[in-house]
């Protein structure tokens, strides 16, 4: 069974440093932490507002970084042409409302294909490799298919909010089948957001998955025990859960 990979996102670093308007603490030495205590990737929200990761964020990255970044950003043509300056590994499209305080929902795909298959396009002209951010829906997987992504990122957000066992096995069932779903039809399966410590195991657990998306959980366990003990701790129990080949469902119950 193959290793699941960690993508950690640094935003919430930027959202500490733009508290203040300081200088510090930057994410692109977050970042390299990260990426020296096990990370497998970089996320990066750059979000029209800025409220976090700015524009310099992400043209130092695009220098520094080691492993490689995922640029999430909404469907516009500033952000396009933002990205056809940077050429990221891979770029999640993912939609955005300046009054939300955190992604609220997938991507309306199948709302949107015509635009969202254009910016596919033009991602891959310049060699990016582009994540549709999307519900666990099969019409919007159906779409993202439609548009040529490689990828998929499946929102874990309401799996995350769930507030009852039952609750959870039930948003896990839905995510389980549209993963196996896009799996069967050829899309590569990312997942996240909303993941933390105690509820990743049985994402990491389902197989098709390639790699988890992770950042608030994180930041937030960093800035009690220090950025390498946080990462290192969150990649060693989706490594645990894939070797040990868990039941979703068992892990969802604490067995
Ligand atoms: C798309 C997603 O779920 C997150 O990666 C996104 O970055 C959340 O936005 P904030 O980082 O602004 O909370
Ligand atoms: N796409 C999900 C991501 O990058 C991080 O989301 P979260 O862990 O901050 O909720």
Do not use: W
């Amino acid at each position: 069974m193959k290793d699941i990979l960690l993508g950690v996102n640094v935003d919430h670093i930027a959202t500490l440093r733009q508290a203040r308007g300081t200088s510090y603490p930057d994410p692109v030495h977050a970042a390299s932490v990260a990426e020296l205590a096990g990370a497998d990737g970089i996320t990066i929200h750059l979000r029209e507002d800025r409220r976090h990761i700015n524009d310099r964020d992400v043209e130092v990255m695009a220098r520094t970084l080691q492993t490689r970044m995922n640029l999430e950003m909404a469907v516009t043509d500033e952000m396009l042409d933002i990205a056809a300056q940077i050429k990221p590994k891979f770029c999640c499209l993912v939609p955005e409302k300046r009054e939300e305080l955190t992604t609220e929902g997938g991507l309306d795909v199948a709302g949107k294909l015509v635009k969202v298959s254009d910016a596919v396009l033009r991602l891959h002209s310049h060699g990016t490799t582009v994540s549709l951010f999307i519900d666990a829906d099969i019409a919007q997987i159906d779409a993202a298919k439609a548009t040529g992504a490689a990828f998929i990122e499946i929102h874990t957000g309401q799996y995350a909010e769930a507030e009852t066992e039952a609750e959870m096995h039930e948003e896990l069932a839905r995510l389980i089948k549209g993963i196996e779903y896009a799996d069967s039809i050829g899309l590569k399966v990312n997942a996240g957001h909303g993941l933390h410590y105690f509820n990743v195991k049985p994402i990491a657990a389902i197989p098709q998955i390639i790699e988890l998306n992770i950042g608030h959980a994180i930041i937030a366990r960093a800035a009690i025990d220090g950025l390498d003990k946080a990462v290192r701790d969150m990649k060693q129990l989706m490594l645990d859960a894939r070797a040990m080949q868990l039941d979703p469902f068992n892990a969802a119950s604490g067995h």
